[in-house]
C-alpha cells in the first residue's frame, strides 16, 4: 500500500493551563511521530494543541514546539469542546486525543491506532485501570463505580469509562454526536457508544502517570455530571432497561411487604385490620411496577423507531416486549377487570339486595389494584397503537409489484 493510501492521525492536545506540562507533552509527541506511524502503518501524524482559554503561558509555550497547529479560545470553552474542534480543524482519516497533563505515553498512540487500522475498531481507548497505572484511589474508586453501572445498562465491560486518550475513525464521529463540552465529555463518549451499540470498541491496558501540575478535575461535582450522562445516554439509546430494573426492584419490594399478609391469610384464612396499611403499600408497589414496565415496552418502541433500528428481540426488554405484546395486554386487560368483578361481586350483590356492604376491605383493595393494573395495560395498548399509525404514516412503505400481465379492455364501439 502507497503512502498515499495510508490513513493519517489527527492527535488533539486540549489545554487549560497547563504550562508545566504542555511543552514537554508535545515534545513526546514529536518524537513519538515515526514509531507510531511504524506500528499502526500510517502515512503521518497531524499535531493539534487547543488552549482552551488559558491565562498562563500555556499558548505561548505550545507555539514554541515545532510542527504543532495550535488553536487557541480567549475564553475557557470546556474540554470536550476542545477536543472536537481539534476534531473539525484536523485532516487526519483517524482522530485521537490525550490530556496535556503529562499522565499519558504518546507512544500508546501506536497500539490504538493499530486496533482501528488492523483490528477494525470504530474506537480505541487506553485503560488506566491497569497494573501500571498512578490514578488516584479516589478517582479509581469513582471510575469502577461508572464502569460497573455502565456494564449494568449497556450488558457490556468497560474497565475506564473517562479515559483521557483515544483513537476514533473519523466516519464514526457521527455516530457519537453530540457529546458535551465539559470534562464528562469522555464517560458521555463511552455511554452512547456502549448503549448505541452500533460501533464496536476496543479497549487496551495503558501505562498511566501521575499528573503535572494541579487537576481540573472535581470529584464530587464532575462525578455527578459522569453519572448524570450515563443515565442520559441511557435514556435515550436503550430506555427500557433502567426503567425495568426500576419495575424489578419495585415488584420486590411489593412482595417484600405483602409477604406478611399473604402467610398469615393462608394460615388463618382471614387477615387483622392492621394490614390493610401493609396491603395499600403493597398495592402501591405494584401499579408503580407495572407502570415502569408498560413505560419500558413503550420507550423501547420509540427509541426503535428513533434510532432506526428494530424492538429488542433478545435479553430482559426483548423478553418484556414479548410477554406484553398486544394480544397479551389484551388479554391481561379482560382477565384483570373479571377479577376485579369476581372479588367485589359478593359485596355488590348484599348492596343490591339490602342497600347495605359488610364485605371486608380487602376485597375493595385487591379489587381496586385489579381495574388500576387493567386501566394500565389498556392505556399502554393505546399509546403503542398510536406509535404503529405514526410509524405507519411516515413510512412510505415498499410499492406494490408490477403484475406479468395486463390487459386493456378495448374502448367501446
Not at 21 to 33: V, W, Y
Not at 73 to 82: I, P, Q, S
Not at 116 to 135: C, F, K, N, P, T
Not at 312 to 325: L, P
Request: proline share 5%; net charge positive.
Amino acid at each position: 500500500m502507497t503512502d498515499a493510501a495510508l490513513p493519517t492521525l489527527t492527535i488533539v492536545v486540549p489545554a487549560l493551563d497547563e504550562e508545566q506540562a504542555i511543552g514537554d507533552t508535545l515534545k513526546r509527541c514529536n518524537a513519538a511521530r515515526a514509531q507510531i506511524c511504524a506500528e499502526a502503518g500510517l502515512a503521518a501524524v497531524e499535531i493539534i494543541a487547543v488552549s482552551d482559554g488559558s491565562t498562563d503561558r500555556t499558548e505561548a509555550i505550545a507555539r514554541e514546539v515545532p510542527g504543532v497547529t495550535v488553536l487557541a479560545f480567549d475564553a475557557n470553552r470546556g474540554y470536550g469542546t476542545a477536543i472536537q474542534t481539534g476534531f473539525a480543524y484536523g485532516n487526519g482519516e483517524l482522530v485521537g486525543f490525550l490530556d496535556a497533563d503529562g499522565t499519558c505515553d504518546p507512544l500508546f498512540f501506536g497500539t490504538l491506532a493499530r486496533a482501528v487500522v488492523e483490528e477494525g475498531a470504530d474506537l480505541a481507548l487506553g485503560s488506566r485501570m491497569g497494573r501500571d497505572s498512578e490514578m488516584p484511589r479516589i478517582r479509581a474508586f469513582g471510575n469502577a463505580l461508572f464502569a460497573w453501572i455502565l456494564g449494568i445498562l449497556a450488558k457490556q465491560r468497560l474497565d475506564d469509562t473517562a479515559s483521557g486518550m483515544r483513537v476514533i475513525r473519523r466516519t464514526a464521529l457521527p455516530d457519537l454526536y453530540p457529546l458535551p463540552s465539559g470534562l464528562h465529555f469522555t464517560p458521555a463518549m463511552s455511554a452512547r457508544a456502549l448503549l448505541e451499540g452500533k460501533l464496536r470498541l476496543a479497549e487496551l491496558p495503558m501505562p498511566y502517570a501521575e499528573r503535572v501540575g494541579r487537576s481540573k478535575l472535581h470529584v464530587l461535582r464532575d462525578g455527578v455530571r459522569f453519572l448524570t450522562c450515563i443515565l442520559q445516554a441511557a435514556v435515550a439509546y436503550r430506555p427500557a432497561r433502567p426503567l425495568l430494573l426500576a419495575a424489578a426492584a419495585l415488584a420486590i419490594a411489593g412482595l417484600v411487604v405483602a409477604a406478611g399478609p399473604i402467610g398469615f391469610y393462608a394460615r388463618h384464612a382471614r387477615l387483622e385490620e392492621w394490614m390493610i396499611y401493609r396491603l395499600l403499600l403493597a398495592s402501591l408497589f405494584a401499579i408503580t411496577s407495572a407502570i415502569a414496565t408498560m413505560a419500558a415496552v413503550v420507550a423501547e418502541t420509540i427509541a426503535a423507531a428513533a434510532h432506526g433500528r428494530a424492538r429488542a428481540q433478545r435479553g430482559v426488554t426483548g423478553f418484556a416486549v414479548r410477554v406484553f405484546s398486544r394480544r397479551n395486554r389484551r388479554l391481561a386487560t379482560a382477565l384483570l377487570l373479571g377479577a376485579a368483578l369476581w372479588t367485589v361481586a359478593p359485596g355488590i350483590g348484599e348492596y343490591l339486595s339490602s342497600g347495605h356492604v359488610t364485605m371486608h376491605w380487602s376485597r375493595a383493595v385487591l379489587a381496586s389494584l385489579f381495574v388500576v393494573l387493567a386501566f394500565v395495560f389498556g392505556i399502554t395498548t393505546f399509546l403503542l397503537l398510536m406509535l404503529d399509525f405514526i410509524a405507519a404514516r411516515s413510512d412510505p412503505g415498499v410499492p406494490p409489484a408490477p403484475p406479468d400481465r395486463i390487459h386493456h379492455a378495448r374502448a367501446g364501439v
